[in-house]
């Protein structure tokens, strides 16, 4: 499980004389290209048209009249708060993987590296738990937020997933990794438990950590259904906020196509700065031997 | 899809004044201390600043309340109001909508308006139109005032029109079929009944019939012309009465026998054909009409939905009342006057025709009787308002409407004939309204 | 897994809450924590549903009837609405996840193979293929919509005005609705099974593949022989964390085809939803969320054994 794709075989050593046979897949590669970015690029074009020529036949390619005015609109409208939104999921995903993140260590810690009566029990207690799909909690949780008095709160959007089982699960097997030699050293120089935890084994862990809270971003920012239904107008996320407010420019589609450019937008422009930080963590999570 | 919501008629927001009135009340019908009430509504997008713009009004000619107002998506109104008032947390004053409205009071949401407390805040309801105010009625009470009002209407594409030899929008079945017929053009230019002629790949057409909502919407509109409504006095559904029938045979027939609408329409599909100029006419709420004036190169008129059943005229309307929920016990009764004032203050000629700017269609007759009309080419379907009925009056609206859409959708679709589609759908609603009836006191 | 006990240091003292080894309650204060929450928004929940979906429950009622399976049974009584559309539903669901995850299986492994060796803008080309997989379902759901849309859509006007097909309504037609759902998904998950298998690739020693080589195998005998059989445990991976992810169906089809037509792409959770908040059926809607959960328990079990057999197999 500690390895990475960035040292995977050798790559760089590959022979130059394929050169020629690779130029029909450089060909297939761009092809291929093309089409996953051909969504991406109508939505661009389409969000700088008037609206009246969206539509025109025969199509236009690149906007004959280029405008920022469906931006503006956009931006400009008392419903469409994207910016607040944007901000509820920033603080909904980065809340959720802090909380959850520092959950699974403290809870990982020990069913890796104590012995207690119950450790194996409870570990497969919570493990079992990811044999219920969310689904099946949906409803109660609901009913539960609206008990608490939670719907339209970030405590609704935080706090009901952070006891993820997958994290503990992820972390406990790394920690079983570390050398036992490194922890003895700390202890005979008096640290506590979470005196070792803080200086020995997180920061050996850096990589599971890494791979445990994109994910769990990931899965918090994406989350589609469950805010769907507890939050509602300034507190929306965005992708949530985007669908109820781009339901309105059902036929607008410049519009349409402005609002969803701004959603996608900064998520692009982070995911070129995160990239590898993501390829590996999934590489890390999806390698078994 | 948030239907109220696409109401936008901000071109006309400067044209028009609020001249003509003269407040039919000029005192305020509360008097007690100062008190705060909040105000829930789902008037988004172009409505929105219209109803911040009147709320704010409200605020500075009533120094002793101060209304709070917030805007949510319709959705999530609905979602919510049974949670916030089981849990004595509802907004003091809330709009709903003609399609929920019913729904709530069966199931002990909101509370009556009292004839007393209605006179006492100077609220009359023969002001309005009767099918109107009557959505928000409830075995013989009434729970709510409209605020807003829209309805289904037929846009007309004048340019196809004289090109096909059409001197004026039709206004019954034969000449809407006429009308339409002429339209009609496949590719190759052929019309419908000459030979060769290809009905999947039409040039021009005459109107598209789609599914499932909209559809669900326009069929509704011909069963009432047919004299017939979805659901009976019992309040179970029978829409699969020979009325009803007739009518969705008439409007599949359109597609399959007529071939004057594509096949496999859908809403979006079927405005944006009619931007284009492919199709002479289009059936949709009067909310498009700001999207069609900012088509260029579109020239079209509005007019009422033709008569295109048997008997009489009518067409779907919605509606948006204004409604007091359930309080916890305790609440304070300077509150609910406040509210009512606010309701009624809401309801006047003035403030009706400052909200029709935004793109509503007037709630009273002497609303629509006013000059800064004469322009407006809105104008055209008040002479149809009294015909406006609303998808209401039994709790269980979602189920028959999904119902109804569907069994319109299998039969349009061919899935079905028509006799089957709705024996069907009647029988599913019958089930659903039956479990419905559980949670109705 | 051998724990040492810590019998072997010092002892030092301190009270219950002092974090040393002294201290038996020291384990059970650092799963505290994390217990609470599981407790409260796992563990509840369950038991919660199960009360729920054997009441009637309706917030606005003053009393919260216990009706028992009722719920349960409709779903299995042929005559109620609920049994009529929750198992069509759930067929739904089931056909598309049969059609996307074998696709979703053979384009990730064929993109991978593509970029597996080294060519001009190899990172590029990885990154373009996973970007759509950051966009949230909203997004991807608007853009796949719109390019499917019946007169207005791209695809339409490329077949139309390019290649001279005739246009199909996809969002109207029965099967024809899925393509949207199916490609648009396809387009935006499979970057994430491709960068599985890339690792995955990576991990395979090239002298196997110059051994197979130097032995006359071609291409296709190295790939079927050698890649393929290797590959296994990850497509096992790949494959059950996919079905998962299908039979949750969701937010495509909401956004893409509401649904329709006729209901011939709304999956179960659609449903479920509708049932609890459009019909306010809340007990009926908990009841077959459970039901539906033990019929996703087959795959859940699978990608536990996968899980804990990783676990047994010994970690380094």
């Known amino acids: ?289 | ?441 | 897994m051998s724990a040492r006990t810590a019998q072997e240091r010092p002892q030092r003292k301190g009270s219950i809450f002092a974090l040393n080894e002294s201290n038996p309650l020291v384990p059970y204060l650092f799963l505290l924590p994390h217990a609470i929450f599981f407790f409260i928004f796992t563990v509840y929940p369950v038991g919660y549903g199960i009360w729920i979906s054997t009441h009637r429950w309706d917030p606005l009622a003053p009393t919260q009837p216990y009706v028992g399976l009722e719920f349960y049974r409709n779903l299995f009584d042929p005559s109620t609405p609920q049994s009529q559309f929750f198992w069509r539903t759930l067929l739904n669901t089931l056909f598309f996840t049969a059609v996307s995850v074998p696709l979703l299986i053979a384009v990730a492994l064929g993109l991978a193979l593509l970029l597996h060796r080294p060519i001009v803008g190899r990172a590029f080309f990885r990154a373009v293929f996973f970007m759509p997989g950051i966009l949230s379902v909203a997004v991807m759901g608007i853009l796949w919509k719109w390019m499917f849309e019946n007169q207005s859509g791209l695809v339409n006007i490329i077949a139309s005005e390019y290649l001279g097909l005739p246009r199909l309504p996809y969002l109207t037609t029965e099967w024809l609705a899925w393509v949207p759902i199916v490609v648009g998904t396809v387009w935006w998950t499979v970057g994430f099974n491709m960068t599985l298998y890339l690792a995955a690739l990576g991990n395979i020693p090239q002298a196997l593949f110059e051994a197979a080589e130097l032995d006359g195998a071609g291409s296709w005998a190295r790939f079927r022989h050698i890649t393929l059989p290797l590959l296994a445990p990850t497509t096992l991976f790949v494959a059950v964390t996919t079905v998962l992810a299908s039979l949750q169906l969701f937010g495509q089809s909401l956004i893409i085809t509401g649904g329709g037509p006729t209901r011939t792409t709304q999956s179960v959770i659609m449903y479920i939803t509708e049932e609890a908040f459009s019909n306010n059926q809340f007990s009926s809607a908990t009841a077959m969320s459970f039901v539906f959960g033990l019929v996703m328990l087959v795959f859940t079990v699978l990608q536990f054994r996968i899980m804990a057999r990783d676990m047994q197999g010994g970690m380094r």
């Open chain 1, 1 to 289: 499980m500690a390895r990475t794709v960035e040292k995977l075989p050798a790559l760089a050593r590959e022979p130059r004389r394929r050169l020629p046979r690779d130029i029909p897949r450089f060909l297939l590669l761009c092809v291929l290209a093309m089409i996953f970015l051909t969504p991406i690029y109508w939505m661009i074009s389409t969000s700088l048209k008037p609206e009246s020529d969206t539509i025109a036949q025969p199509v236009q390619w690149i906007p004959a009249r280029p405008t920022l005015e469906n931006y503006r609109e956009i931006l400009a409208s008392p419903d469409g708060n994207i910016l607040r939104w944007t901000w509820n999921s920033v603080v909904m995903a980065f809340g959720y993987t802090f909380v959850s993140v520092t959950l699974c260590v403290l809870a990982a810690y020990p069913l890796a590296r104590m012995r207690f009566w119950g450790r194996e029990a409870w570990f497969w207690f919570v493990l079992s738990s990811m044999m219920v799909p969310g689904i099946v909690t949906l409803i109660p949780l609901y009913i539960m937020m609206i008990q608490l008095n939670w719907i339209d709160t970030y405590h609704a959007l935080i706090w009901p997933g952070v006891a993820q089982a997958f994290g503990v699960f992820m972390l406990r097997q790394f920690f079983l990794g570390i050398p036992r030699e490194l922890e003895e050293a700390a202890r005979m120089d008096g640290a506590n438990s979470l005196q070792v935890l803080r200086h020995v084994i997180l920061p050996l862990s850096v990589p599971a950590l890494v791979t445990l809270g994109v994910f769990s971003f990931m899965a918090s920012w994406n989350n589609y259904v469950w805010p769907l239904f507890v939050v509602h107008g300034d507190m929306q996320t965005l992708p949530v906020g985007i669908t109820l407010f781009s339901s309105r420019y059902v036929t607008d589609y410049g519009k349409l196509m402005a609002g969803t450019a701004i959603a996608a937008l900064p998520v692009l422009v982070a995911y070129l700065f995160a990239q590898r930080y993501l390829v590996q963590g999934i590489a890390l999570t999806g390698m078994k031997d």
């Open chain 2, 1 to 441: 899809m948030n239907r109220k919501g696409k109401i936008g008629l901000a071109l006309l927001l400067g044209a028009l004044g609020t001249g003509g009135f003269i407040l039919a009340q000029t005192q305020s019908s509360y008097t007690g201390p100062k008190v705060e009430i909040t105000y829930l509504h789902g008037f988004t997008g172009p409505d929105r600043p219209v109803m911040e713009e009147l709320v704010r009004r409200f605020n500075e000619t009533h120094p002793n309340i101060v209304v709070k107002a917030t805007a949510q998506p319709w959705g999530t109104i609905w979602q919510q109001l049974a949670a916030l008032v089981a849990s004595g947390r509802s907004p003091d004053v809330v709009v709903i909508n003609e399609d929920q409205i019913t729904g709530f009071i069966a199931r002990g949401a909101l509370s009556e308006l009292a004839p007393a407390e209605l006179r006492a805040a100077n609220i009359d309801k023969n002001r309005f139109y009767k099918a109107l105010w009557e959505t928000a009625d409830y075995q013989g009470k009434s729970y709510g005032v409209p605020i807003h009002s829209v309805a289904l209407a037929m846009y007309y594409n004048k340019d196809l029109l004289a090109k096909a030899g059409v001197a004026k929008p039709p206004k019954t079945r034969d000449e809407f079929l006429k009308a339409a017929q002429a339209c009609t053009t496949d590719r190759a230019g052929r019309k419908p009944g000459q030979s060769g002629f290809d009905p999947k790949n039409l040039e021009t057409w005459g109107v598209g019939i789609p599914t499932p909502w909209m559809g669900g919407t326009i069929a509704y509109s011909v069963a009432r012309q047919n004299g017939t409504n979805l659901v009976d006095e019992k309040l179970n559904a029978t829409f699969n009465a020979p009325e009803a029938v007739e009518a969705v045979q008439f409007l599949v027939d359109l597609v399959g026998k007529y071939h004057v609408s594509p096949a496999n329409a859908t809403e979006q599909s079927e405005i944006t054909a009619f931007r284009q100029g492919k199709a002479c006419f289009n059936f949709n709420g009067v909310w498009m009409l700001s999207q069609y004036q900012g088509q260029q190169g579109l020239k079209f008129g509005i007019a009422p939905f033709p008569r295109l059943g048997t008997k009489m005229d009518a067409a779907w309307g919605g509606s948006s009342h204004l409604t007091l929920p359930r309080q916890r016990a305790g609440y304070d009764p300077n509150k609910r006057k406040a509210a009512l004032e606010f309701i009624s203050w809401m309801t006047q000629p003035a403030q009706n025709l400052k909200w029709t700017s935004a793109g509503g269609l007037p709630t009273q007759p002497v609303v629509a009787q006013d000059k800064s009309y004469d322009n407006n080419p809105m104008q055209e379907l008040f002479e149809a308002l009294p015909n406006v009925y609303p998808t209401s009056g039994y709790p269980w609206v979602a189920q028959v409407r999904g119902a109804w859409d569907a069994a319109f959708e299998a039969a349009l679709l061919g899935k079905k004939d028509v006799k089957k589609a709705l024996d069907d759908g009647v029988n599913e609603a019958n089930k659903q309204i039956e479990q419905a009836r559980q949670s109705i006191r």
